[in-house]
């Protein structure tokens, strides 16, 4: 092997950076700056055919590792319509009018809603294969709770921050932060007529007010213990507030939705 490998003839080791192309044992400048393609080339072969086989080469290998890592479903960096309302996004309203904004807040892009006695998300169509990105991630912070809020009874059933996921038109899961229910409860929550929801209480009470919180929950796996079976796309996400039935406030903060692959 090695006699047929010396006949193709000699490798060296280049730059391909601009118009660089020094050997390595040149000191390229390139390789001083840590910037530039370093590759090997055999003598004789011509410099096109080794930036071919490069760019080919690194298409190929790279393409499934980036492109299959993240779909993003909020960042708030995308600017928002005439109503204020984030790009891609739709309000909705169900009691009272809507208090929210895309703020900064730190480093961070962030979604704040603000309820007084009322109702309001934004909602946004998605198409998520939870087979291949189980796995939901997201920031918030809470700085005000709904006083005597509980997701188990219709009377108190406000929570500051919600965070809905749509799989068909009758099933859905909540990831809620609410106010006295224990945090890791999974069960149902009040839902219109021929609907089931979920709920999973991600965080409970007031000990992390103001806090941003970074949340990961395995929505594939979620969905299995809750419905029993495999689950759908997500078809739709909504974050939402509310207040009206306990006739307090809330404030929440929203920030870097995604879903990842793990």
């Known amino acids: 092997k090695e ?3 010396q006949k193709k003839g000699n490798f060296k080791v280049i730059c ?3 118009d660089c192309r020094l050997l390595f044992s040149e000191r390229c400048p390139c390789l001083t700056k840590q910037v530039g393609v370093f590759c090997l080339r055999r003598d ?4 096109f055919n080794l930036v071919r086989s490069v760019v080919i080469g690194s298409v190929l290998l790279a393409a499934p590792l980036w492109a299959a890592e993240r779909t993003v479903i909020a960042d708030f960096s995308s600017g928002i319509d005439a109503a204020g309302v984030p790009s891609g996004w739709k309000l909705k309203e169900k009691s009272g009018k809507a208090v929210f904004a895309v703020v900064k807040d730190g480093d961070m892009n962030a979604l704040r809603l603000r309820s007084a006695k009322t109702s309001f998300s934004i909602q946004k169509e998605v198409k998520i294969d939870v087979k291949q990105f189980p796995i939901l991630t997201w920031k918030w912070k809470v700085t005000d709770l709904p006083r005597g809020g509980n997701f188990r009874k219709s009377k108190t059933d406000d929570q500051a921050a919600q965070l809905f996921l749509a799989f068909t038109k ?3 899961i909540v990831y809620i932060w609410d106010s006295t229910a224990p945090q890791g409860l999974m069960e149902d929550a009040p839902a219109p007529p021929f609907m ?3 709920a999973v209480v991600v965080r409970s009470g007031p000990s992390e007010l103001g806090k941003w919180i970074t949340e990961s929950r395995n929505v594939y796996e ?3 213990k809750l419905f029993g079976d495999e689950p759908p796309e997500v078809s ?3 974050l939402q507030t509310n207040s ?3 006739g307090t406030s809330a404030e929440s903060f929203f920030a870097d939705v995604a879903f990842r692959n793990q």
């Open 244 to 246: 009206q039935h306990t």
């Open 196 to 198: 089931t929801i979920k």
């Open 222 to 224: 979620d969905y299995k």
């Open 16 to 18: 391909l950076f601009s």
């Open 236 to 238: 739709g996400v909504r």
């Open 170 to 172: 009758t099933k859905a």
């Open 44 to 47: 004789g072969m011509s410099t």
């Open 3 to 5: 006699d047929r490998r």
